[in-house]
């Protein structure tokens, strides 16, 4: 059940690993084909902020490949 997978994380260090990633960390994701979970919490830390306009043309690429 999903709210068993839920149970298995600790939120608030998800959350703190999150606040702590960097610019770099942001550039390394949007670099990669495929992501990891590690990946994601980059590309939605306050960090990212300054990336929403890449991610939004990676976006728009992967729509047009796949759709």
Same mark, same amino acid.
């Given at each position: &059940?999903?709210? +068993?997978?839920? %149970? #298995?994380?600790?939120? /608030? /260090?998800? $959350?703190? !690993?999150? !606040?702590? #990633?960097?610019? %770099? ?7 990669? /084909?495929?992501? $990891?979970?590690?990946?994601? &919490? =980059?590309?939605?830390? *306050?960090?990212? =902020? %300054?990336?929403?306009? *890449? &991610?939004? !043309? ?6 047009? +490949?796949?759709?």
């Amino acid at each position: &059940m999903f709210s +068993e997978e839920l %149970a #298995k994380y600790d939120w /608030e /260090e998800t $959350t703190r !690993q999150i !606040q702590h #990633k960097r610019p %770099a960390d942001v550039e390394t994701a949007l670099g990669k /084909e495929h992501l $990891t979970l590690d990946d994601f &919490m =980059a590309l939605i830390s *306050p960090a990212a =902020a %300054a990336y929403l306009e *890449p &991610m939004a !043309q990676l976006s728009r690429r992967y729509t047009q +490949e796949r759709f």
